[in-house]
């Protein structure tokens, strides 16, 4: 058997001190692809706009700019809004461009 290069040796001693459950999902994916050195990806880009603002200070610009009085069920659905459109989640963008279609289709009257 060849011998292992140093960070071969350590994604082995990696894997063996996984639990069960954690191997095995390895497995199912490919040990062979399987990167445990990647670096982890940090916070605070995961929750920066399009205008590197944080979700946090885009809800607060947007609830200052609000005119309406909001219930809590308002507030929390469009911090979810915002924290889907800003993470670049498939279902919150599809759940905006349908609320701008729309919004346009009750504006034309049809």
Known sequence: MAELTPEEAKKKAIFDAMSARSRKRVLDKGYEQWDPFLPPK?????????????????????????????????????????MGITGGDDRWRGSYDFSCWYSNFLEKGE
Request: charged letters at 35%; proline letters at 5%.
């Open 42 to 82: 940090d916070p605070m880009d995961l929750r920066m706009s399009q205008r590197r603002e944080t979700a946090l200070s885009l809800m607060r610009r947007f609830l200052r700019e609000c005119p309406r009085e909001s219930s809590n069920e308002y507030g929390q659905g469009a911090w979810e809004t915002c």
